[in-house]
């Protein structure tokens, strides 16, 4: 029997428990753990040999099994498939806290696995997952500097909530996911509604507080349940050969990095790496292959180096770019639309060398996106798709589908333009945005945001204010840091930061932060969105000069929509037996799109307003109903002895009997009318099957008495006469 250890903490009055030692024994550390009644199984893994590749193969797995929510899968197969989207962003949320806590040089293939066994939606098993990553980690033989936790943050009513539930979401102005050790955050990821900078500073303090107990609380299970940390062998270029790289190829690679435009200065880095590369060869024939190549990766790493801490240096002692620009400076900024006729919405931005084009399609609301994860499914009316093709930075590659990295920067963009979208009430419509990468040289997540919310306006989506995005970094040495404004592809790689801040001119819509050190003070931040508020009131000035606001009016070749809101019992009628009645209305009105929902909402979409309004006009028959009173002009119908049946409109008719045709008496219906009359008719009668009384005679005037006026002074006059002549 296994030995089970189990440790229980009370999480802000939620029962936090972690079960240690019966479950996947053979893996290098594994936890199970209860979040109320939430569970995840977190697993560790790790190769017995280094690897080969010249990067740390970290894998962090998320997977939400729908057997956790009482779910059987949909499809043929009826089982799980690719991972979600919420499953891959979740695995690169999990793995960005931890990548930076592995010693440089551990080159192990390592796998964290997190299988979701049992799912609450109101206890987070995103947050469960990366506690248990941790602490996998942690009590593993595996070097590892945690522990570190996340949490998530809501604020409402100008209160912070720990963990809020799908209620407190639904009204909440932040929704933050904090991460970090006990002495600093080193990763952010939320979304606001136009929230002040202090509100999101405040959050953040807010989840690092818990981000604490829960670090000391996996630190107590580490001391009882930990392995012994094991002498894994860490990839260390030899001082010999990295002395003669700097000695062969510093000074040429130290000028080649202070070279202003990218694409040179690149080049020139390139040659002079493949030279050293080609030098250390050509000088060590003697090598076996393994041994050969495993120099010559030695090589290229101490190049790197060496660009790196020239970078670094000239940055922090002399505050000086590779490109030349200030540490506050935004590169040139262009902003167009209208490139397109045929599209809905386009715009092109350029920053520098980043440049992203967006383009907008409008649709039905029945063109959503469902979602069928471990809760209820979601219908998306709102998506932003992001492409990176390798010709943006001047490359080849393979051509497949969407990775982590584009399924992650497209929902960045997305969270960051939802804030501000308007809700189907006001515009009947699902949106897709595409941003297609053209040049990346830093930062295209905030480029597609700022490409985006201008596609939006040039296509009539009446968003409530244009958002502009701005990717700050950060060198740190010591104590002494530089910040710097909307940085480029190299100062990311060798910088410290990536600090991603869109928003109005009113405040933040969405946040991404990536640390590569331990963590990062609150003084930093907080400076870091300041400098940020600069910029995207920059960035926003320069697009309100291609746009300011959004057209009053969708494009020509959009579809154009109206509503139309009907009883729920109606509905049967408008679809009619078989759908043979909708398909009436769709044939005659030109293959108009017709949405209707179970509360009785009404969407007609087409590109010609005219079949929009003859569909409209069609529900609006079979669904009106006749009130009593109200007078209405009839087409006859039917004729018989009895009377007239009067069609009010199509659908629906009523009969007007032959007493109430006119004031006189009807021998013959037929004297009255004839089929095909518009008569006028008033409905003074409904029974309780519905069937509709009409009169005829009730709409004419009354007729006078042979020709004489019936009042009180003539029936005077004549008594008088009658008086005078007994005289």
């Known amino acids: 029997m296994s030995e089970v250890k189990t440790f229980k903490m009370d999480f802000n009055g939620r029962n936090l428990v972690v079960e240690v030692g019966e479950m996947a024994k053979q893996a290098a550390g594994a936890a199970l753990i209860r979040y109320e009644d939430t569970a995840v199984l977190s697993v560790t893994a790790v190769g017995k040999e280094p690897s080969t590749l010249p990067f740390f193969p970290l894998m962090v797995i998320y997977r939400e099994k729908m057997y956790a929510a009482g779910k059987i899968p949909g499809g043929f197969l009826k089982r799980e498939g690719r991972p979600s989207d919420n499953e891959t962003l979740t695995a690169r949320l999990i793995d960005r806290p931890i990548r930076p806590l592995f010693p440089e040089g551990f080159k192990y293939d390592t796998q964290v696995i997190n299988n979701v066994m049992s799912a609450d939606e109101d206890y987070s098993a995103e947050m469960t997952a990366m506690f248990g990553s941790s602490l996998s980690l942690c009590i593993s033989d595996i070097p590892f500097s945690g522990p570190i936790a996340g949490v998530n943050v809501g604020y409402i009513d100008g209160e912070y909530i720990l963990n809020p539930t799908l209620e407190q979401l639904e009204i909440t102005e932040v929704e933050l996911t904090v991460a970090g050790t006990k002495e600093a955050v080193n990763m952010v990821e939320s979304s606001a509604k136009e929230v002040a900078e202090d509100i999101m500073i405040g959050a953040i303090s807010f989840g690092h507080k818990w981000i604490k107990k829960l670090c000391e609380f996996q630190e107590e299970i580490i001391a009882e349940v930990g392995e012994e940390k094991a002498e894994y062998t860490l990839k260390v270029v030899d001082e010999a050969v990295k002395q003669d790289v700097v000695d062969f190829a ?76 200030k540490l506050d400076e935004v590169r ?20 520098g060398q980043t440049q992203a084009i967006a383009l907008t399609t409008l649709g039905s609301l029945s063109d959503y996106k469902m979602i069928d994860g471990m809760g209820d499914i979601e219908k998306k009316t709102f998506m932003l798709h992001y492409n990176f093709p390798s010709f943006s930075v001047g490359e080849t590659g393979r051509y497949v589908g969407p990775g982590r990295r584009e399924i992650g920067h497209g929902m960045l963009g997305e969270r960051a333009l939802s804030q501000v979208m308007p809700d189907k009430e006001e515009f009947p419509y699902t949106v897709r945005v595409v941003s297609e990468i053209l040049e990346s040289n830093g930062s295209s997540s905030q480029a597609t945001i700022c490409a985006g919310s201008m ?5 009539g989506v009446p968003i409530k204010a244009p958002v502009a995005g701005i990717a700050m970094g950060l060198v740190k040495t010591g104590e002494d840091y530089s910040i710097l404004t909307d940085i480029q592809g190299m100062e990311d790689h060798n910088g410290d930061m990536d600090f991603k801040v869109a928003g109005t001119k009113d405040g933040i819509t969405a946040l ?29 000035e320069n697009m309100n000069a291609a746009i300011e606001q959004p057209r009053n009016t969708v494009s020509k070749y959009a579809p154009k929509v109206k509503l139309l809101q009907i009883d729920p019992d109606k509905i049967r009628d408008v679809i009619g037996p078989g759908g043979k009645m909708i398909n009436k209305i769709i044939e005659e009105a030109n293959d108009v799109k017709i949405d209707i929902d179970d509360d009785g909402n009404v969407t007609i979409m087409h590109t010609n307003q005219a079949d929009i309004d003859t569909a409209y006009e069609m529900i609006e028959d079979i669904v009106r109903e006749a009130k009593v009173g109200e007078t209405y ?27 109430k045709l006119a004031h006189n008496h009807v021998k013959k219906t037929q004297d009255v009318c004839k089929i095909g009359d518009i008569i006028n008719v008033k409905v003074i009668g409904i029974d309780d099957r519905g069937r509709i009384d009409l009169s005829r005679k009730a709409t004419l005037p009354k007729p006078k008495k042979d020709g004489k006026k019936d009042d009180k002074n003539s029936k005077k006059r004549h008594h008088h006469k009658k008086h005078s002549k007994k005289k």
Not at 335 to 350: E, M, P, V
Not at 519 to 524: A, V
Request: proline share 1%; with cysteine; net charge negative.
């Open 512 to 540: 991404q932060m990536d640390i590569k050190i331990a963590g990062l003070s609150e003084d930093i931040m907080t400076q870091a969105l300041m400098q940020a508020r600069e910029a995207r009131l920059q960035i926003l």
């Open 332 to 351: 040139s900024l262009e902003s167009k639309i209208d490139l397109f006729d045929r599209t809905h919405g386009s715009a092109l931005f350029t920053r």
């Open 250 to 325: 510093s000074d040429k690679l130290i000028k080649a990095v202070q070279i202003r435009e990218k694409i040179e200065r690149e080049n020139n880095i390139s040659e002079i790496t493949n030279e050293v590369v080609a030098h250390f060869e050509d000088a060590h024939k003697d090598l076996d292959k393994d041994a050969l190549k495993s120099l010559l990766n030695d090589v290229k790493d101490v190049c790197k180096t060496i660009v790196k801490n020239e970078l670094r240096r000239l940055i922090s002692e002399e505050k000086i770019r590779p490109d030349g620009r």
């Open 633 to 659: 002009a009839g087409k006859v119908v039917r004729t018989e002895n009895y009377g007239a049946f009067v069609e009010l409109w199509e659908g629906t008719d009523g009969l007007c009997h032959i007493s």
């Open 455 to 459: 596609s939006l306006m040039a296509a």
